[in-house]
């Protein structure tokens, strides 16, 4: 073993003594561990550790970014097919297939609910006329004219006077409630058409009735609102539906 020159060693002790704090032993015997010594193992206070180089306080965004969690790469992908997940989501919203909203189904409900009590689940009759396999299309071949009486009912167009086809010979008894107030206006012709279209069989009414969808989605036909019992003409109801057959695409 080389022996270790004396100021050496004594420099390693001084150094030793000063980060522990002690004062350097004089004459620390030559090879004689310092660590060995009951003052340099003692712990030294913390307080009289020479300070470490003090870090550069962080600006406070560097901080905030260093703090911030990270997106992950893998997530970047999702990003970026996000709008192509909304364009694909929007395409859902399309309107539902006509049978579910179109003017037909609204009357097939308010038929249940409104007339089937008096003029029967199929339109066989009841305390009111029968509606189906023709019958209705027979007291009114106009559907304007069929339209005015659901709106008006039997008080509005009064008691004696005559009403439908003159070849028909009706006049009115009583009973037929009026609807104009009650429905809105897609709901009276929902249900007009469903008596001529689904009870009677009208294939006219039927492709009608989907022109009139046609011309509601696209925007051309507005069916909110009621229809006026007092005011109402044929000629009111004729317009209204030749705005929906005429810019049709014939479908
Ligand atoms: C309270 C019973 C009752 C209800 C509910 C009722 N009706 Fe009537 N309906 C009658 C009666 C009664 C007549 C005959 C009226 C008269 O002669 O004054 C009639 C006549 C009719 C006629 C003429 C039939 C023909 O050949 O002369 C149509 C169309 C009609 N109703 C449609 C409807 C529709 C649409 C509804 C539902 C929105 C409805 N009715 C609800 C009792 C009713």
Redesign the pocket.
Known sequence: MTEIPEHLLKRAAAARAATSGEDPPADTPAGSPVADTPAAAAPAPPSEVPAEAEPEPLAPYIVAHNARRKIPWWAVSALLLLPLWAFTYVGTLERPPQEATGVLAEGDH??AA??A???GATGSGG?????ADG??L???PSIAD?VV??VQ??DA?G?GNS??DPA?N????????G?GDV?TREE?LG??LH?RARLSGSEDDAALAEAIDDAVHGGTLDLGGHFDPVTITTQEVDDLLASASGDGDGH
């Not at 305390?127 to 509606?131: M, N, Q, R």
């Not at 009706?170 to 409630?177: E, L, S, Y």
Request: charged share 10%; glycine share 12%.
């Open positions: 308010v038929y409104r007339c009590s008096c003029h305390s009111g006329y029968p509606l019958e209705v027979t007291t009114f069929h009486w659901v009912g039997s167009v008691l009403y439908g028909r009706r006049t009115v008894i009583g009973g037929m409630p609807w429905l009276l249900v007009v008596e």
